[in-house]
């Protein structure tokens, strides 16, 4: 039996941990807190969709206001990386130290690669190999030019229409042979042999311990989440949990997590020891659908009752709340949900909904009112347009026309 703790106070651990606790510093943040923040989430995952803003700048408006998204491609695009690409809860941002132990344990072979000819394959490899050593960075486009290579795959079940070349690179990158050395403007990889992206102090063993290489996963994830279940904790990093399960009890052993009873919550708990409860969680941020505080839906329902789920697969007559939308966290509570895009030509955020959580605080409109004109201000939008769609929308209309609170 472990100790035992309220629902809130396991929140507001949780909270803490992503940093998401405490009211955020005014004006703009500086690139060390950009690293920290970073640093401190382990992970960042990276998605195409850019309705609103690409999903990897978001957990850092949410966790620090304004700040300049340049400093991302500076983290992740020059020497010594601080970030780098690879495969973990999905495509993410990475610490160069988590390299290997995840190279140890993922497996994304059905990505790429693997449904080519084995001849033709292994001649791309060898070919983009020789290309690479002695290039700049290059795109998959680039790479095809330059080998002078024509011929396309048939396009998958997932949408994906990669040539051969670039089905070839990213078989190449899911194995570790090559990274992503930075990003074009169009989102694009410009891949590099990985010797050539990894610092020096991340080279490291390239085939660690699997075993030790899980323990140290799970220690950070832990460390990221604060608190959460053997699924939670292995769902980070997407690791198999029953592999997970023994370096949790390596873990438990070594005191670095310890075993909790939350109230409410019928499962085995455990909290990293480094992790603390504030006395109040006074956060407030709107959440990218791929945050990680929403990585995990069970354990987002259960710690704050939320039930969250991404609409942008769902037919438009199907969706419920809409096409992209973004939770609001307020205090302890998510009180609200916003579906959002950016009109950057006509330079305004769209609010194409806007729905109330039914313990949303009486203040919720007005607080959500402030956090969008920052969003807005942030992403170089002007006006917040408010469609009238939703049970909150016309308390947040009124409050966007008001003065901006003090």
């Not at 960042?44 to 304004?66: C, E, K, T, W």
């Not at 109230?263 to 990293?272: C, I």
Request: proline content about 5%.
């Amino acid at each position: 039996m472990g100790a035992r703790m309220s629902l809130s106070q396991a929140r507001r651990i949780a909270l803490n941990a992503q940093g998401l606790a405490k009211v955020r510093s005014t004006g703009p943040a500086s690139s060390r807190a950009v690293g920290r923040t970073f640093a401190r989430l382990q992970l960042v995952q990276i998605d195409s969709v850019n309705v609103l803003a690409r999903s990897h700048y978001l957990p850092f408006f949410s966790r620090l206001g304004d700040y300049d998204r340049g400093v991302l491609g500076r983290l992740a695009g020059s020497a010594p990386r601080a970030m780098m690409e690879y495969w973990a809860h999905e495509a993410s941002f990475i610490r160069p130290e988590h390299f290997h132990d995840l190279r140890a344990w993922q497996s994304r072979s059905w990505v790429a690669g693997d449904r080519l000819d084995p001849a033709l394959r292994e001649d791309l490899e060898s070919r983009i190999l020789v290309l690479l050593a002695d290039s700049r960075p290059l795109t998959a486009r680039e790479v095809t030019a330059r080998i002078d290579h024509r011929e396309h795959i048939v396009k998958d079940d997932w949408g994906w229409n990669w040539s051969a070349v670039k089905s070839t690179l990213e078989g190449m990158f899911e194995r570790g042979q090559v990274s992503a050395a930075s990003r074009t403007d169009q989102f694009e990889r410009r891949y590099a042999p990985t010797g050539k992206v990894l610092p020096p102090a991340a080279a490291g063993d390239p085939a660690p311990d699997r075993h030790e290489a899980m323990v140290r996963l799970i220690d950070a994830a832990a460390r990221a989440h604060g608190i959460g279940t053997l699924r939670c904790l292995a769902d980070y990093f997407r690791l198999p949990v029953r592999a997970a399960a023994g370096a949790v009890a390596e873990l438990v052993a070594a005191g670095s997590l310890e075993r909790v009873d939350v109230a409410g919550w019928d499962a085995e708990v455990y909290v990293h020891a480094e992790a603390r409860a504030v006395r109040t969680a006074q956060g407030r941020a709107l959440l990218s659908p791929f945050d990680s505080l929403v990585f995990e839906r069970r354990r987002l329902e259960r710690l704050f009752g939320f039930h969250y789920r991404l609409e942008i697969y769902t037919p438009a007559a199907k969706r419920r709340y809409g096409y992209y939308v973004l939770p609001f966290l307020l205090g302890e509570t998510m009180a609200a949900r916003v579906d959002l895009k950016s009109d950057r030509a006509a330079g305004r955020l769209l609010v194409r909904g806007a729905f109330a959580e039914p313990d949303a605080p009486a203040r919720t409109a007005g607080e959500l009112a402030a956090e969008l004109r920052l969003l807005a201000s942030w992403l170089g939008l002007g006006d917040v347009v408010v469609h009238p769609r939703g049970d909150l929308a016309p308390a947040l209309e009124r409050a966007l026309a008001g003065p901006p609170a003090a």
